[in-house]
């Protein structure tokens, strides 16, 4: 018997989530209507436009599942509830370079991640090696750019 693999998240990437499927749900007639439309205009083996409108639709159909199966496993992590002196999931880090700069990052799920605001996924190269460290363990990660170096300072659940 095969086992569902849940899907850690936090509330904020749920409600993110819930709201991309509303918004597609309710796209979904108006595609509908564009292809009823563009099935007026005749030949449909030329007619880019019922094209345009059957690829549209296939989108917003794989999409709509690809949620709805994130959305049916995830597990809504709240790091508010947590503590403890280990790197988890929901944990806020802040990392110590190779020059002593301090570099922040939260371990958060895939669909959260975004290194430009300092969210890192739990499954991103440092994500890995950070999960199950504490506070003055160093870290070494292999990055595209190379391997980097780092020296874990402070663990937050923020």
């Known amino acids: 018997m095969a086992t569902v693999e ?22 979904r007639p108006t595609i ?7 099935r007026a205009h005749g030949d449909l083996s030329e007619n880019a436009e019922y094209h345009a409108a059957k690829e549209r639709q296939g989108q917003v159909e794989a999409s709509i599942a690809d949620i709805e199966d994130k959305l049916s496993r995830a597990q809504i992590i709240d790091p508010l509830d947590m503590s403890g ?23 958060v799920g895939q669909t959260e991640a975004d290194a430009k605001t300092g969210r890192i996924s739990y499954n991103s ?26 020296v874990v300072s402070k663990i937050e659940f923020i």
């Open 6 to 27: 849940k899907m850690p998240m936090l509330q904020e990437g749920y409600d993110r989530l819930t709201a991309d499927l509303k918004r597609l749900k309710i796209e």
């Open 32 to 38: 509908v209507d564009a292809i009823e439309e563009a």
């Open 85 to 107: 002196d280990k790197v988890v999931f929901g944990a806020t880090v802040t990392l110590l370079d190779e020059d002593d700069k301090p570099v922040r990052y939260q371990i």
């Open 125 to 150: 190269p440092i994500g890995r090696a950070l999960i199950g460290r504490s506070v003055d363990d160093e870290v070494e990660v292999s990055v595209p750019a190379g391997d980097r170096y780092y």
